[in-house]
């Protein structure tokens, strides 16, 4: 690509603006549709990429224009043009999630609420045989009615289908991988569920649960079970500890988990009162051998995102613009690293008390546990 953004047409119809982030795969632009007249992001595909990489992204393409839900971001148009695939997707006027909590923690109703949409919009997806397999806040987008928009399904991939990964891949982000993609096991739909509890949890503590390298982040979850702190509402930590046990089929389903979320918001303990007990949850053995450990560390190498200042695009509406499926140029704090490594987690090795044990309680009320009744039936499927 030759002159600088803003003289590049791209498509015979799109004029680039400046650079809205770069990612591992792509780099989005922003950009004005000639012929339609609105602005719109450009995901451009990093000519001579990994062949890998450039199928997930031809899927990205693919996947999203199979789904049609106010809560993704809608894609416009596909092209290929000196041999690099080309994205045309909703421009997204406001800040990433991420960019958002660079400015502190959310009150408990707003992550409720959030929590409510995004778990719907997981639902519509789930729904129609995908997932996600990369929620983590650089992906959530909110426009000028604060209203999340899920973004970048790079990583996406049909439920029960073998995806498209090299051989022995484990995709997605250290910080927010659910415990059966970090052992390697089969990725379902309750991965996306655990993930997105993750997330609202740090919306509400300003930090991540799980941080540290990509290694000590993806163990420590085997570990033990997040940290819900004794400011979270009854309501609203009953929720989040529910989607994040360990054992994936003792988690509620997307849809389930957006009316429980629902109600968290609209219950008025949720806006006025703190637990009246501190939870501390007891540690879990692992389970794991030393030689499963050293497979997790040569597996979970990141792959670097890195980002870099966003050019200036004198043309530019005055709106505070967010692109999708890039780490934002613009974040507050840096993205982490996306796990993408060649190195399987040892498929044998042993989930914690052989995968079968009880959890800890979904919640403390006055100091006495809460039973979890159905764990002791479910198998980690």
Not at 339 to 361: D, F, N
């Amino acid at each position: 690509m030759t002159g600088s953004p803003d003289q590049v047409v791209l498509g015979g119809r799109y004029r680039l603006g400046g650079v809205l982030g770069r990612g591992a795969m792509a780099q989005v632009y922003r950009a004005y549709d000639l012929r339609l007249g609105r602005w719109v992001a450009v995901k451009r595909f990093r000519p001579g990429g990994d062949p890998v990489d450039r199928r997930r992204f031809e899927t990205e393409a693919q996947v999203l224009a199979g789904l049609t839900h106010h809560g993704l971001v809608a894609v416009y148009d596909a092209f290929q043009e000196r041999d690099t695939v080309h994205l045309v997707l909703q421009l997204v006027h406001g800040p990433t999630l991420l960019q958002l909590l660079g400015a502190g923690p959310l009150p408990p109703t707003a992550v409720a609420q959030l929590g409510a949409n995004l778990a719907a919009t997981l639902a519509y997806v789930h729904g129609r045989g995908v997932v996600h397999r990369d929620i983590k806040p650089s992906n959530i987008l909110l426009d000028e009615d604060n209203h999340p928009h899920l973004a970048d399904f790079g990583l996406a991939r049909l439920i029960d289908s073998t995806g498209f990964t090299r051989s022995g891949e484990v995709v997605g982000t250290a910080a927010y991988l659910a415990p059966e993609q970090v052992r390697g096991e089969r990725v379902g739909a309750e991965a996306d569920v655990y993930s997105l509890g993750l997330v609202l949890l740090q919306c509400l503590t300003g930090r991540q649960e799980y941080d540290g390298t990509p290694v000590e982040a993806a163990l420590a979850r085997l570990s033990r079970p997040p940290e819900i702190p004794a400011s979270v509402p009854v309501a609203l930590a009953d929720v989040l500890a529910a989607m994040t046990r360990l054992r994936r089929a003792a988690r509620p389903k997307a849809a389930a988990c957006a009316a429980l979320l629902e109600r968290a918001a609209n219950d008025p303990g949720t806006a006025t009162g703190p637990r009246t007990a501190r939870i501390r949850w007891a540690a879990a053995a692992s389970g794991l051998s030393l030689a499963a450990v050293a497979g997790l560390f040569a597996l979970l190498q990141p792959s670097g995102e890195s980002s870099a200042p966003a050019t200036a695009d004198p043309a530019s509406p005055p709106t505070t613009t967010t692109s999708v499926g890039a780490s934002p140029t613009s974040a507050v704090t840096s993205a982490p690293a996306t796990v993408a490594a060649t190195t399987a987690v040892p498929s044998s090795a042993p989930a914690p008390q052989g995968g079968t044990a009880e959890e800890p309680a979904a919640s403390t009320k006055h100091g006495k546990p809460k039973k979890d009744k159905g764990d002791k039936k479910n198998n980690d499927g």
